[in-house]
């Protein structure tokens, strides 16, 4: 019952981790690191094949898709679409789940995809990261004040 709970908590949890991460950037850019932090793991019922819980839970490892290589592209892209703060809280949304995910004791996480096996991180290491976005998204919010 407790796995259960968690997996349907986890976007609520990824959503709020997105939008902190992001704040600094303002309220349109927070939406699109919730988007990103949150649509994300669209991948595990394509990964199952499932729209079931069990068998999304039951993956050997987290997908592909929850590799920094994909928020490195989706921040790109959000670039392209939107501009810098919107391309920095694609990036950042995604990446705060990324380390979430890698931070807890569930399946192990391909964040290092495809030079590096799935695996998990410490939680020290992740709120490290957390925080780096965090501060990178300050940083991406006075650059653009600036200019």
């Not at 939406?31 to 932090?37: K, Q």
């Not at 590799?67 to 919107?86: D, K, T, Y």
Request: proline share 7%; no cysteine.
């Amino acid at each position: 019952m407790g796995r259960y709970l968690v997996a349907v908590s986890d976007p609520l949890a990824h959503a709020l981790l997105a939008a902190a991460v992001a704040a600094p950037l303002g309220s349109a850019a927070v939406r699109t690191a919730v988007v990103a932090g949150t649509l994300i793991d669209v991948d595990h019922a394509v990964a199952a094949r499932s729209l079931r819980l069990e068998p999304m839970l039951s993956l050997p490892a987290r997908p592909r898709t929850h590799a920094i290589a994909v928020a490195v592209a989706l921040g790109a892209a959000g670039v392209a679409v939107g501009g810098p703060r919107h391309g920095w809280a694609a990036f950042a949304g995604l990446t705060s789940h990324l380390l979430r995910d890698a931070s807890d004791d569930q399946a192990p996480t391909p964040i290092l995809w495809p030079v590096g096996a799935p695996r998990q991180i410490g939680r020290r290491v992740a709120v490290a990261g957390v925080a780096a976005l965090a501060v990178g998204s300050w940083a991406v919010s006075r650059r653009a004040a600036a200019s």
